[in-house]
Structures are given as C-alpha cells and as structure tokens.
C-alpha cells in the first residue's frame, strides 16, 4: 500500500507501523517512534541502472524513472488514529492547531510590556537609587600662605608662633609638601604648654586644615577635642571637629544598635557646642568694631549652621529616617528649619541638603498615603517634587 502520512511517502511500509509513525510525528509534534527498518539503507548508494529498472518493471505497474502515486491523510483520519493510540486529546489538539501567533497575542504582549516598564519607572524612579551626595564646600581657612613681608608687624621673640607659621606655609603652599608641612606643625605643638595654645591658636587653625586636606580624620577629630577642652567657644575648633566627627561617621557601613547610641549622643553634645561658637559669633558680630571681619565672621557662622544641619539628618539617620509621629522626625524639621534659614538662604550647599532630605522622605513615602507633615506643613507628594525640582534648578542657576 502506498501513502502519504503528512506529506512524507511510506510506500512499501506495513500499515500498522505507517499508522503508528502517522501519528507519533503528527500529535506528539516531535518524537518519531522507532522503525526496526528505519536505520537499513532503503536504496544502495551506487546500483547498476539495469537492475533498478527491472526492479520497477517487476514490482511496480508505474513507469520507469517515476515514483509510484501517493495520497494524504486528512484531519480526521489523524485525530481517530491518536485517539486510538492512546494519545491525550489536548496533546492531539495542539498538535494540529498552527504554530504562528496570531497578531492579536502579539499586540496583547506588547502592551503588557509597555504597561511593566510604566510601573517600574514610576514606582522605582532613577533618582532614588542614584542620588547626589551634597557637596563639600571646602574647609574654613585663616586665609593664604603667610608673606616675609608680614614678619616685620611680629618680633619672633615675643611671638614665636608666627616663625612656625611662616615655615609651614612655605612648606605646604610654596613646596607643596603637605606631610612635611603636618609634621612641623604638630612638632611645634607639641611642645607648647597647654595655658599658651590659645596665642597659638593661627598654629592650630593651618594644622587642622592641613589634617583636612590631608583626609586623617581621626588625628583632626582627636586634635580639635583636645583644644575644646581649653577653648570650647572657639569657631574654628567646632566646625572642624564637627567635620572630623560627620566624616568618620559616614565611613562606617553598619551600625551596631550600641555604636548608634554612641554616636549619637555625641551628634547632640556636638550640636550643643556649635550652638554657643554661633551665639558667641552673633555677639562678635554685634561688636561695632566688627565691621571689617563682618564677611568673615558670617561665612563662619553660616559653615557652622550648616555643619549642625548635618548633625541633625545624622541622628535622623541613625534613627532609621523615620517619619509621621517619631520623635526623630524633630531632628529632620530642625535640619530643614536651619537651611531654610535667612542666614543659609544664599548657600548652594543648604539647597543641596533640603533635597537629599526631601528624597529620604519620598523613599519612604508609601504610594497610598495622602500627605505628610514636613516642617509643620502638609505637603502631598506632587508638592515635594516639585520642590525638589525648583531647587534642583536654583542649584543649576547659580554654577
């Protein structure tokens, strides 16, 4: 008998196994049962042409050099020969329904895709996982290098810190040997009594800007509380303790519940130091012949405001960034209120910190609640964005 099972002839095959192959490569889509004949060659490599044609003469009524006539197999036929295998009838259905996607599947899988990355780009914005660290506006100077010029207003006799001064400026600012320059001033140092540090204090402002710049924060932390212990008003010495103190505090990755409680308690001690340097600074300013150092002693004042600002977002911080009620969420007020400030009102850097505050208040904002207290104030989480835009753009302004 001769057929063709799915387009494949099977002339000379016994019918038994031309169902069986029928059906195996029709429902199961792609296992071809075994034929013990399967693996014999059917037709030699190379043959003689006359025995061939005698072959077709004596076994097959077609002509010479034409295969013999084949016919298919209709649906039906195929589905009753499955059924009669055995087969699962989903496993018949999905072998005849036609493998192409229809173009209705296709739009429905390109909407889904589309609506997948509308959620995650609203619900995972880019600027949450990748925000900018508020910028460092430098350490407070005494100012520039000390000139040979300025010797003569000092007789090295009575004042013996400005020769020191002189040699470590020519050391940092004209040899640019910043670690020679750090062990001249702490040699100097040394040796000087505890009652005349405050003479020396010059000598002390340059070795904590050196140490600074320099990146030694432990050595600057310990430095600066050593001299708080004589002079705990002194401007110079708060801000640069409170940024030895901000410094190390953010080079530590986890914190144990014990070192938070460490931390801050001293964030709050600082905070209370700062608070007198800035009173002192506002009765200095007063002073009617403080006039001339006016621009000087505000930039210190507001280095300072700003220094405590950070204070507070840290022990806000070491609280978990909480919100709503939490008796932490006065820290973060308090740090909004002073760079909301007139005195900060001017500075990039205060603009730069609202919106680091502003962004830790919208990772936590869940998308069900209405409004938030900020500062006293409701806002809705448009409102905060906006924000965040508007000073995102004064920033912009003023580079």
Known sequence: MNALFFGIPVGGIPLREAKIFA?????????????????????????DLAEISGQQGADTPAASGHLPQTTTIDSGERIQLAREEGYDPLAIELALEPST????????LLVLTV???????????????FKTRPKDIGTMTIGGPTSEAESTRFDNRNQPWFGKLLEIDRLYFGEGKLTEAIRVAKSALEIVPREEWESW???????????????????LKTACQEYLQIMPEDAFAN??????????????????PQT??????????????IENACNTLNAQRAHPGAKEKESILKELYQRLRLEQARLFVLIWKLGG????????????????????????????????????????????????????VIGGKKFRRKELEQRISALGKEIRNTE
């Open 260 to 273: 938070k409680e460490t931390y801050r308690q001293q964030a709050q001690s600082i905070i209370r130091q």
């Open 321 to 372: 960034y909480k919100e709503d009620n939490h008796s932490d969420v006065a820290y973060r007020d308090k740090a909004l209120g002073i760079c909301d400030s007139e005195e900060l009102s001017d500075m990039k850097e205060a603009a730069e910190l609202k919106i680091n505050i502003y962004r830790h208040i919208l990772d936590r904002w869940y998308w069900f609640e209405g409004q938030q």
């Open 101 to 108: 996607s229809r173009y209705v599947d296709k739009i429905q």
């Open 115 to 129: 609506a997948a990355i509308a959620l995650v780009i609203f619900f995972f914005p880019a600027d949450r996982f």
């Open 201 to 219: 204090r010059k000598v002390h402002y340059r070795y904590w800007e050196l140490l600074s710049a320099a990146g030694r924060v432990h050595t």
């Open 23 to 47: 059906v195996n490569s029709t429902a199961a889509g792609y296992h071809l049962s075994e034929n013990p004949n399967r693996n014999k060659p059917q037709v030699p490599a190379k043959r």
């Open 239 to 256: 801000y640069y303790y409170a940024q030895a103190f901000l410094a190390a505090a953010n080079r530590v990755q986890s914190f144990s």
